[in-house]
């Protein structure tokens, strides 16, 4: 338990090493924030958050940091909610407004006004149908015995892959086939399509059957579809990523989409969970993020169609202005999304 004045230091700290990157010390504190207490008294109380692990010092007769558990006790106990100042947010809500009818455009917005917003790597996951539902296939004549299979899923999602036939196949024949799977398959799921697939008796329509259902459960399987990124150089800026090893250690969640998919999946992504998610230090699990803070939201319909957005920096972030951004722009997606299922619906 921490006394109302270690709250009111551990929080001062915290804020002053936010905004200068630089161990911070008992009489910076008093002249700074004209505290009515002495630097002595400051400097007894930092001692004992140091105590407690939720400050350190990096040297001898240095200033005091936060630890790991100094930022978590911040964001869960001290910081309390807020929200992006009126005026951003009509602007940003203007913004989205204008773009509404662009669903390309709502990621490329979100991404863009997350890194300004957050100062740090925006992240931003096209939306997902939970499950993948047939819109459209084509059938293209190639090479010899090959096939190229193009599937439009509802959502936007464009998957290819190549079908080796038994034996070549006319163009013609390819797209009846084509047309009659996109008459009796349209809406269907990997499940419809395999129920399909085990009725059927003709050799093609067999092989496009199975192939089609393979690839509707790749996309089942997959947590996010196009990726949208922004604010790549506020990271590189940071004092934190000036060596080149540390930089590309906590860019793997922008570059890596097995990383980031990973991340989402233990986190944003399940089920169970809603709201802001706050990733300090990896959390012992994800070694390349010791040097990071992550803030995650997901948006959308649960149970119909979903995608992740987040902000990625140092340790040594603005906890209080990305928090209130990512939860804004998540929900200003979610909102378009209702709005988009119900007019479609109508």
């Given amino acids: ?98 773009a509404r009818n662009d669903v390309d455009q709502w990621m490329r917005l979100a991404a863009s006004v997350l890194a300004h917003q957050a100062q740090g790597a925006s992240v931003v996951t096209s939306l997902h149908p939970a499950r993948a539902l047939l819109k459209h296939i084509e059938l293209i004549a190639t090479r010899g015995k090959q096939v190229l299979m193009v599937l439009v899923l509802h959502g936007g999602e464009v998957r290819q892959q190549m079908l080796i036939l038994s034996e070549p196949v006319s163009q013609s024949k390819l797209s009846v086939v084509a047309n009659w799977l996109n008459d009796v398959g349209q809406n269907l799921d990997a499940e419809g399509i395999t129920a399909l697939h085990a009725m059927e008796t003709d050799e093609l329509k067999r092989d496009v059957l199975l192939l089609t259902a393979q690839e509707m459960k790749k996309s089942d399987d997959v947590l996010a579809g196009q990726i949208y990124r922004d604010g790549l150089t506020n990271v590189l800026a940071e004092p934190e990523f000036a060596e080149p090893n540390r930089a590309r250690r906590a860019l793997r969640l922008l570059e890596e989409r097995s990383f980031l998919e990973d991340i989402l999946s233990h986190t944003v992504l399940i089920p169970e969970t809603s709201g802001v998610h706050v990733l300090i230090g990896g959390e012992n699990t994800w070694e390349d993020l010791s040097d990071c803070s992550v803030i995650l939201s997901r948006y959308g319909v649960p149970g119909v169609a979903m995608g992740a957005l987040g902000v990625l920096g140092p340790k040594r972030m603005p906890y209080a202005q990305t928090i209130s951004a990512v939860r804004f722009v998540s929900n200003i997606l979610s909102n378009l999304v209702v709005e988009t299922l119900t007019d479609a619906e109508e």
């Fill in 1 to 98: 338990m921490l006394t109302e004045r270690q709250k009111f230091v551990l929080a001062l700290i915290i804020k002053e090493y936010i905004d200068t990157a630089q161990p911070v010390g008992s009489t910076r504190l008093v002249q700074r924030y004209h505290l009515e207490i002495s630097s002595a008294t400051v400097r007894n109380e930092m001692v004992a958050l140091t105590e407690a692990g939720y400050l350190e010092q990096p040297y001898t007769s240095a200033g005091r940091v936060p630890t790991e558990d100094g930022y978590r006790y911040f964001v869960g106990e001290l910081m309390g909610q807020a929200d992006l100042p009126e005026p951003v947010q009509r602007t940003i809500q203007h913004q989205f407004y204008q």
